[in-house]
């Protein structure tokens, strides 16, 4: 493959970031994930904006135009022939002079990456092999004066310490409990999976955690939202235990990568599948296509 080092593609091998790089050194850094589907980014503009967000927040004023970060995209899925792509798209605040304290004049390091990412669709196997298990974690995504959990920065501790509570020693080395960690916030109300937004349906409803909690606004949770207005499914944005995800009728995650994939058990309880899931990942595909 090819990626996007400061302005240039050049072969993987030799995409190489120093290691003075703020990004390295503190995760200094903001990223998306995006895809591409027939050639084209999906949701451009709602991924641009957040990141946007996530720099100004970082006061990473890093001088690049939108359309200047898509130009850089599109040059390297054209150098990889890619029409159905992964994309990561990363700014870190570079290399600069003095220790911990950001100065003002940033000379970003920009790094786009692609790789070819099949269609999931109603199968999904391509992406994800089944629908997934959801365990609650004890680490928690926490509403304070620390790294908002609406800024998608490079720091991705909490969601890697999340994860790691998954992981256990099996017979051939190590196993993971579920595949994606359910986090809460420090009253136990649910907020997201370590890379996913979480919904579930009751008697028909969708609900998701609000957006006033710790939760990172995902481009697929507000896509998955509006075909669900748009199909006159009752939505609701609150507050909910992991007993409501465990007694719901139907649950699932939702990224950019999975696109929406359905949850099979939660903290070991199955949770029986239904007809809104499916529906909403079959009005998904024909918004995608
Ligand atoms: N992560 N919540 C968290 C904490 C995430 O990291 C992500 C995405 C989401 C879903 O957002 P979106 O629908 O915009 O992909 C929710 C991406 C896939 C990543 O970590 O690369």
């Given at each position: ?21 703020r990004?390295?050194r503190y995760?200094d ?29 970082l006061s990473i ?32 605040r570079?290399?600069q002079p003095g220790k911990l304290t950001p100065q003002p004049d940033v ?183």
């Amino acid at each position: 493959p090819r990626f996007h080092v400061d302005g240039a593609v050049v072969p993987a091998s030799e995409a190489t970031v120093s290691v003075r790089d703020r990004g390295f050194r503190y995760g200094d850094a903001a990223f998306e994930t995006l895809r591409t589907y027939a050639g084209d980014v999906f949701e451009w503009a709602a991924h641009a904006d957040r990141l946007r967000a996530t720099c100004d927040l970082l006061s990473i004023d890093h001088g690049l135009s939108d359309s200047e970060l898509r130009r850089r995209i599109d040059e390297t899925l054209v150098a990889n022939d890619l029409d159905d792509a992964y994309v990561r798209l990363s700014i870190s605040r570079g290399v600069q002079p003095g220790k911990l304290t950001p100065q003002p004049d940033v000379t970003p390091t920009v790094v786009v990456e692609v790789d070819a990412l099949p269609r999931g669709g109603l199968e999904g196997e391509s992406v994800w092999d089944g629908p997934a298990t959801l365990q609650t974690v004890k680490t928690q995504r926490v509403p304070d004066r620390a790294i908002p959990a609406r800024a998608k920065t490079h720091n991705y501790l909490n969601g890697i310490l999340a994860r790691l509570e998954l992981r256990i020693d099996g017979p051939d080395g190590p196993e993971t409990t579920a595949d994606e960690a359910l986090l809460l916030d420090a009253d136990g109300a649910v907020t997201e999976g370590a890379t996913s937004n979480v919904f579930f349906v009751d008697d028909r409803a969708l609900h998701t955690p609000s957006l006033d909690g710790p939760v990172l606004p995902g481009i697929t949770r507000s896509v998955v939202l509006d075909l669900a207005r748009e199909e006159r499914i009752p939505v609701n944005e609150g507050r909910y235990t992991p007993d409501d995800l465990r007694s719901a009728d139907e649950v699932f995650l939702t990224n950019t990568t999975w696109e929406l994939r359905p949850v099979s058990k939660v903290d070991g309880i199955e949770v029986g599948g239904g007809p809104v899931t499916p529906l909403l990942s079959k009005l998904f595909d024909a918004r995608v296509e």
